[in-house]
């Protein structure tokens, strides 16, 4: 497992390095605007599997992807209401993230069988730059194997995993709330899990 300090190498060559995995199947843990991620490209099932697997979680629990951009969602969500939207051009990027109907071809391992699908747009961090700057879109499930407390650091995680990642982008210490989701039904914003964002911020 290869481990890149983010403060040593610069952000340039860790994305260099992180994106050249992510496209031969890798799986990286990386440092969000919140908490530590694990990643893989979210079209690529067998790197899916391997984090489900890495975290013993059900595959009907699905997983949440992160963007770069409104734009890179048409290929994965059928559309974005008007709330959806507003929400979104207010909050992203940042620690918001949305509930949306999944495209047919999204795998059952990211909507958990739902057909629905829960996305965001990361705030400003190493994976912002790395989603902007190659155009992908990857998953975004915290780094630690379910039932224990997420990473807040490279050390964790390598405890955590000490088999079967491939890379960790070590940005030192993260240790902010995840982020809050939602979800908008006939209109009206259901809150799932109150996070970063408080409740009363995104009421109108």
């Not at 890179?72 to 709330?83: F, P, T």
């Not at 940042?94 to 047919?104: C, D, E, M, W, Y």
């Not at 050390?155 to 960790?168: A, H, Q, R, V, W």
């Amino acid at each position: 497992m290869e481990i890149i300090k983010l403060k040593e190498t610069g952000m340039d060559y860790a994305i260099e390095r992180a994106n050249n995995l992510l496209q031969r199947g890798g799986v990286i843990a990386y440092p969000s605007d919140t908490i530590y991620g694990l990643g893989a490209l979210y079209n690529n099932e067998e790197a899916v599997k391997r984090i489900i697997r890495l975290k013993g979680r059900p595959e009907t629990k699905g997983i949440l992807l992160i963007a770069g951009s409104i734009d890179s969602l048409k290929g994965i969500v059928e559309g974005l209401s008007e709330e959806a939207l507003h929400l979104a051009r207010r909050f992203w990027p940042g620690p918001l993230t949305l509930i949306l109907r999944a495209k047919s071809h999204i795998s059952e391992l990211i909507t958990g069988g739902t057909g629905k699908i829960a996305v965001r747009i990361p705030g400003a961090s190493f994976a912002l730059e790395l989603l902007r700057r190659k155009g992908l879109i990857i998953t975004s499930t915290s780094a630690n194997p379910s039932g224990l407390p997420p990473a807040m650091d490279a050390e964790t995680i390598s405890k955590y995993f000490p088999d079967g990642l491939d890379m960790i982008i070590d940005n030192g210490i993260l240790s902010g709330p995840p982020s809050t989701i939602v979800e908008i039904e006939a209109g009206k914003i259901n809150i799932i899990r109150e996070g970063a964002i408080p409740i009363k911020d995104l009421m109108p």
